[in-house]
């Protein structure tokens, strides 16, 4: 940290913002994904209005934008729920407090006097591995966040696949296996319904009922299994919690045989809580997308978990925008 | 007809070649997809050597180009089974009579002295859309080929999606409903098994066996049942033909909301002798990939026909190939 502050004002600067439902992350990265700057988290819940979020923003800001100097601020990159990319706007995110359309590209650019990117987070995270991650180099791959919901987005000869209205990759919500209503959105049999945080709780509480056989996850109360608790159960050899990441593994790898046979990538890169399974869950995923494939993929498809570190990945993400001049 | 004589030797001209499995078709076309010398059909199975197919091509071809002057060719698109733009590369094709790979755009360059590109059919029918048909001004589509097999091509910002190593839009080999194996790949419950010729027939005939109701069908021999004589019949208002269309349509709708979802397209165009059957097929398609996509989605996606001629289709699509400058 000592050299990057030395040269602090000798090079450019990027904002990075990382916008979730809970909390909103942000700081300076140079692009090396270096952080000079990591600001104090703002709970996002707390500003009614997409306005006081760009003020307070604004104002937490200016103190480290005038340390590296103003004219070394190169832009903004924003990672946000239901980002699009195309209109700058966040558009009817269900998990902010803003309702509707809220063009915070532009505001963000009006208050702080640079170019603003955002896109949804998921794109951002890929944003962020082929800049400063494992997909540097890579210019065909496919991000799964799996977290809370299934996040993804798909790289194609170096550049994100936006779509014509901005919202390509939404590969949470295809279909997979027909039997599992989304408890959102209704739909029958989605990946997010399997592979998500919320799907490997589902999926363990099924199998505690259907099985009598001992289980470590019997002394929760069923309606509060965490993905958490079944992930260090079965990283405790726990049979029944590691047969959750069996079946879940074996669902996520079908579908990312299907994916794989879209897009024809050089890898599939996962990020999130539920990756801390590791062989657990990727074993299944291996042995299931190969099954799946036709044989001219076989053995071709790299599956990879993302190497930026857990807290700053976001950041780093959001920052990545700034520096790709394939977005507009 | 006449005024593209008048001017024959005042414009450029590409060759394109489709190559099937049975025949192969070859003409001239301009940049507005007017085709001024058709040559007559190739039986590519006549052919051992690609070496004497190429010769037969430059043979055939030598009048027509010496007619539009030889420095008015532009180059060479071809269309052909597993077709490689990346390699220009015929790979492993199973119904071509060359084994192995096939290095047939350098063969034609040598032979021609123009420059040349080739990819799969699929990929070609796309080019052909985006320059003279009805995808002319749409910059993200995914074009379905429903004939023998299910071929798919996906544009995405104006650019066909070639992948990695050049395979993707394999989506009629994505899984999307269990229980039929793939005839060929031994894969389980892939779109093609359902939505090709070959799979509306399997499906006429196990409606057959389960339904024991009057049906035109039940004149032919169960083994012999075509997706031909199914349309004809259920165009006749046979109920039975009628419901393996409905339930065609269905798995087809399914498996576009998934396509959808991945690359958040303007429309999907439908090609191939399968969309003979019209509104017995699109409406169940439209229905059922309504229900499966995103509210975000829904309403956005148009599913349309191709507006080329059966006839000139293949040729157009592959000398679309020589005009598209997005392609090295």
């Known amino acids: 940290m000592d050299e990057i502050k030395t040269n602090i004002t000798h090079q450019q600067w990027a904002i990075g913002?990382?916008?979730?439902?809970?909390?909103?992350?942000?700081?300076?990265?140079?692009?090396?994904?270096?952080?000079?700057?990591?600001?104090?988290?703002?709970?996002?819940?707390?500003?009614?209005?997409?306005?006081?979020?760009?003020?307070?923003?604004?104002?937490?800001?200016?103190?480290?934008?005038?340390?590296?100097?103003?004219?070394?601020?190169?832009?903004?990159?924003?990672?946000?729920?239901?980002?699009?990319?195309?209109?700058?706007?966040?558009?009817?995110?269900?998990?902010?407090?803003?309702?509707?359309?809220?063009?915070?590209?532009?505001?963000?650019?009006?208050?702080?006097?640079?170019?603003?990117?955002?896109?949804?987070?998921?794109?951002?995270?890929?944003?962020?591995?082929?800049?400063?991650?494992?997909?540097?180099?890579?210019?065909?791959?496919?991000?799964?966040?799996?977290?809370?919901?299934?996040?993804?987005a798909i790289v194609s000869n170096g550049h994100i696949i936006y779509g014509h209205r901005g919202l390509a990759g939404e590969l949470g919500h295809t279909g997979i296996r027909r039997g599992r209503l989304h408890w959102s959105t209704r739909l029958d049999g989605t990946l997010e319904t399997y592979a998500s945080a919320t799907g490997i709780a589902h999926t363990a509480r099924l199998f505690l009922e259907a099985e009598p056989t001992f289980s470590l996850l019997k002394s929760c109360r069923q309606e509060d299994i965490t993905a958490q608790q079944v992930c260090e159960s079965a990283l405790k050899g726990d049979k029944l919690a590691m047969s959750v990441f069996q079946y879940t593994g074996q669902i996520l790898g079908e579908a990312i045989a299907n994916f794989v046979m879209f897009s024809d990538p050089q890898a599939v890169i996962l990020f999130g809580g539920v990756t801390k399974a590791g062989q657990l869950l990727l074993n299944p995923v291996a042995e299931h997308m190969e099954k799946n494939l036709l044989p001219v993929f076989r053995n071709t498809i790299k599956i990879l978990l993302s190497e930026l570190p857990d807290a700053d990945a976001a950041i780093l993400g959001a920052s990545a925008l700034v520096w790709d001049s394939t977005i507009k």
């Open 17 to 152: 913002v990382d916008i979730g439902g809970t909390s909103t992350k942000f700081g300076l990265v140079n692009h090396r994904g270096e952080i000079c700057y990591a600001g104090k988290l703002l709970v996002t819940g707390r500003f009614e209005e997409p306005g006081i979020f760009v003020s307070a923003l604004h104002e937490a800001l200016l103190p480290a934008v005038a340390n590296i100097g103003p004219e070394n601020l190169k832009g903004i990159g924003i990672g946000a729920p239901n980002g699009n990319i195309h209109t700058g706007c966040i558009e009817h995110a269900p998990n902010l407090p803003w309702k509707g359309v809220v063009p915070l590209a532009d505001m963000m650019t009006r208050k702080f006097q640079v170019p603003c990117k955002l896109t949804n987070d998921a794109n951002a995270a890929a944003a962020g591995e082929m800049m400063y991650g494992i997909a540097r180099g890579m210019k065909d791959f496919i991000m799964l966040t799996l977290g809370t919901g299934v996040g993804s």
